[in-house]
């Protein structure tokens, strides 16, 4: 398990791989925000909470429990004012 500080809050996270594919559980605390904008594409599952996904252009997403999202590999990052808990499949990033 890793701790990742954000502007605020922390996620802890654990994280596996298989070929160029990695699997992440992630929880983030109350009041999480990430500390940077991310670009590797994902498939998202909320399992318990609420997070937003927010994209650099500016669109954001409210996502909850028992719901995904797949976000391709343009600039966003989360928050979670009241904590969650989601499984993330990250790929490699396109040429």
Known sequence: MTDRP????????????AG???MRFISFGRDY??????QTGHIIFVI?????VEHEDG?????????SYHVG???HRVNSQ?????FVIDWPQAN
């Open 6 to 17: 954000g502007i605020s809050g922390i996620s802890t996270q654990r994280t596996r791989k």
């Open 82 to 86: 009241r904590g969650a808990s989601i």
């Open 73 to 75: 590999n343009i600039p």
């Open 48 to 52: 318990d909470g609420k997070i937003t």
């Open 33 to 38: 925000v990430a500390d940077h904008w991310c």
């Open 20 to 22: 160029d594919v990695q």
């Open 59 to 67: 669109p954001q997403y409210d996502v909850g429990a028992g719901m």
